[in-house]
């Protein structure tokens, strides 16, 4: 019988989808723009100016949300030299864990915060757009780890890809 998720739960997988999705399509932008760049450069002998700045923009947003994308998925921070310590002790090691991330998250979300202030006067060269657009990510990571990783101390499992853990223990053996 599948599980009934309340509100707070369909609120989050709601913005786990829309995080999911952006980043697929940040790879999809990304992916074509490179291609288009070498196509018109080897066979029309010309570039379009932005390609490469657009092609930065998707690769810095998307390694960003991958950040909390992997917090999120518990892929940060593992240590199997340690899995035979008793479970009480493993339970109180990765209660730290999520708490450290959350200081990690709110890190990027002041540090990242203001220095996307710091390049709000400044434009990027060849598309014109505010570089603040750049930066900006951090804090949004920032937000995105503090939330997981503070639903994962309070024991949520948030996890949307349990076929990471099976893959990676069927090919340990």
């Not at 950040?67 to 030299?81: K, N, S």
Request: proline letters at 3%.
């Amino acid at each position: 019988m599948p599980e009934k998720k309340g509100g707070i739960a369909r609120f989050f997988l709601a913005v786990d989808k829309l995080v999911d999705g952006f980043c697929i399509t940040l790879l999809v932008v990304m992916i074509l723009n490179v291609f288009m760049a070498v196509i018109t450069r080897k066979i029309f002998s010309f570039q379009f100016a932005w390609s490469e700045e657009i092609t930065l923009l998707c690769l810095t947003w998307f390694t960003f949300i991958g950040i909390a994308i992997g917090f999120r998925e518990r892929l940060h921070l593992g240590m199997d030299l340690l899995e035979n310590l008793p479970p009480k002790i493993l339970h109180v090691m990765d209660k730290f864990v999520d708490a450290v991330t959350f200081l990690f998250g709110l890190y990027l979300v002041f540090y990242g915060w203001d220095f996307t202030m710091m390049m709000r006067g400044s434009f990027l060269a060849a598309t014109h757009l505010p570089n603040l657009i750049q930066y900006v990510v951090m804090p949004i990571t920032g937000v995105l780890t503090c939330a997981y990783s503070a639903l994962q101390f309070l024991g949520k499992d948030l996890r949307r890809y349990h076929m990471i853990d099976e893959e990676i223990t069927r090919d340990a053996k």
